[in-house]
């Protein structure tokens, strides 16, 4: 008994000398209890409940733990680099920002970087948790720990190591297991309250039956480990679980708080929108036809770094047009562009440029809609303007749908940008907004609502978000490789900006204090008829001995359940 028991004793000795009664001090009371009155089998076979307990945990832990060790097993040791006008073989440590690494058909990418040259199949599984492989080429991101197929790249750096979207992974999955500890202090604190109750309830027994055997049996019987078992280890098996599906949780205690959510604060740009603006309508005037006026403006805004530029160059692209070479051209700041196509002076930009297309009817229209226009002017005749929004993503009314199905009575859109633009996709939404807000705005927001009693959700991705992100009960970034800021202050990271792993996360965490729920209510009833039995004489301290871990493995059995949810469940 003693040197089976050695692990568990020593952690109770070293907590009782630091002053605390953990819930290691349970079951070592129970076992010195049966030793205290000669009861050696008794003792042995408290003794070895405890082990098989302490290895079934061990066993749910690591299946949890997994996922972090199947990511950590993806990252590549070696990375082909080019160098000196060669290809060499080195290290991934010693990998640069700024050098051109080569990724071959069936290879792992070593770093984030964007694609320079050549096009190939990524799964992104690893990093983003989605199943379908991605297409890259020039211009696309691709991240560390994803499996090149069906082509070649030539990758520039652009981090390296733990900088990398696949290292931020493995660090915030590491400080979720870190924070376990918060959870594991409340089952302690419990267990400081609830051994002097057992040790009373069997002093009674013995003032009033002066059966020793009983009194034991009582002890036995209750020291069980399972109440501190009962929250942690479902904690943990959900945040494994979640991991798997992209979703990194950054602790136990952001469940409870995520199943307790009832309102839901969400950023727009970049959030709830793709963040970039597409052009989503053409205003022809003058006779001209739509595709002339997105060619001339195209053409105009060819050497142009505005984002409604690369927005307008980006809708000629899909519908075909060639873009002609101007011959001048000039930037005008606050204001647009002026350039010479095919001889003719073309102008795009603000209503103050081109006056007379802004006062039509048919733009004011657009306008009222939350669209910003670039209005289009050859010569100084007005031909026609171009409107450009934000683009609402597409699974988002699905997902807010979810939500509210899952008793979210509360959820409001809150942004920075203007007040039109905000109306019109809250009106799409269906929502209540605050327009033109700052970040204290935001936190403003957050602790109102957390100050008449709500337990806050907010969404965000980018560094104006990171203050609400950190205040709220619980913040959720969007996409795992969005701002640094915004996933460090975040409880909650997405690996993918998918909105359906908002009411994902949401599932898992009312799911997981279900279960906990299920496991304490267990725990409760199965120690009150044990207690029961063993005061009455009907338990003797072998029996007691075994029965006292039987709800430790139901536990451990139960939550490992939350290993096995499927997504939508």
């Known amino acids: 008994m003693l040197i089976a028991g050695s692990p568990v004793f020593r952690k109770a000795v070293t907590a009782a000398v630091r002053g605390r009664i953990t819930a290691h001090a349970l079951m070592s ?80 990418i070593p770093v984030d970087g964007e694609v320079i040259g050549g096009r190939a199949t990524v799964d992104q599984a690893a990093i983003t948790g989605e199943s379908m492989p991605v297409d890259v080429g020039p211009g696309a991101r691709v991240f560390a720990a994803t499996l090149a197929r069906l082509g070649t790249l030539r990758v520039r750096v652009t981090r390296v190591g733990p900088d990398t979207t696949f290292g931020r992974v493995i660090t915030l999955v590491e400080q979720a297991e870190a924070h376990r500890a918060d959870v594991q202090r409340v089952a302690d604190r419990f267990s400081g309250y609830y051994l002097p109750v057992v040790v009373g309830i069997a002093a009674l027994t013995f003032l009033l039956s002066h059966n020793l055997l009983a009194t034991v049996a009582v002890l036995v019987v209750a020291c069980s480990c399972s109440l501190a078992l009962a929250t942690p280890i479902a904690m943990l098996a959900s945040v494994g679980a979640g991991a798997r599906r992209g979703l990194l949780i950054k602790g136990g205690k952001y469940l409870e708080s995520l199943a307790r959510a009832d309102v839901l604060l969400i950023d727009k740009t970049g959030t709830v929108t793709l963040g970039r603006p597409q052009v989503v309508d053409v205003l022809a005037l003058n006779g001209v036809s739509d595709l002339e006026v997105v060619t001339l403006a195209a053409s105009a805004e060819r050497y142009s770094e505005h984002p409604l530029a690369e927005a307008v160059r980006a809708a000629a692209r899909e519908r075909g047009l060639p873009l002609e070479e101007p011959e001048q051209f000039e930037a005008l700041p606050g204001l647009g562009v ?109 602790r109102d609502y957390q100050a008449r009693g709500h337990t806050v959700v907010m969404v965000g991705d980018g560094v104006n978000d990171a203050p609400a992100l950190a205040q709220a009960d619980v913040g959720i970034a969007m996409g795992a490789a969005g701002a640094d800021v915004a996933i460090e202050a975040a409880h909650v990271a997405l690996m993918r900006d998918d909105w359906m792993l908002v009411p994902e996360v949401l599932r898992i965490a009312r799911r997981t204090m279900r279960v906990v729920a299920l496991n304490i209510a267990f725990t409760a009833v199965y120690n009150l008829v044990g207690l029961s039995l063993a005061a009455l004489g009907v338990l003797p301290p072998i029996l007691a001995a075994a029965a006292q871990s039987l709800p430790d493995l139901g536990i451990l059995a139960n939550s490992s359940r939350l290993l096995r949810q499927r997504a939508g469940s």
Not at 34 to 62: C, K, N, P, S, Y
Not at 85 to 92: A, C, I, S
Request: charged residues 20%; glycine residues 10%.
């Open 29 to 108: 009371f129970g076992a010195l209890a049966a030793l205290a009155i000669g009861q050696w089998v008794t003792a042995a076979v408290v003794v070895l409940f405890m082990r098989i307990g302490d290895h079934v945990e061990r066993f749910t832990a690591a299946r949890a733990r997994r996922a972090v060790g199947d990511l950590t097993a993806l990252a590549p040791p070696t990375a082909r680099v080019e160098r000196d006008g060669t290809e060499e073989e080195v290290p991934t440590g010693e990998v640069r920002v700024g050098e051109t690494v080569i990724v071959r058909p069936g290879a792992q």
């Open 338 to 446: 002026r350039a010479r196509v095919h001889g003719a002076l073309i102008a795009v930009g603000s209503g103050r440029m081109v006056p007379a297309a802004a006062s039509t009817k048919e733009a004011a229209a657009l306008e009222a809609q939350g669209n910003t226009l670039l209005y289009v002017a050859r010569d100084g005749v007005p031909i026609g303007a171009i409107a450009a929004a934000d683009t609402l993503r597409s699974e988002v009314p699905a997902a807010l749908d979810a939500v509210r199905a899952l008793g979210v009575g509360t959820i409001e859109l809150l942004t920075g940008d203007h007040e039109r633009a905000a109306a019109a996709l809250a009106g799409r939404l269906g929502l209540p907004y605050r327009a033109d807000l700052l970040p204290e705005d935001k936190i403003a927001i957050v």
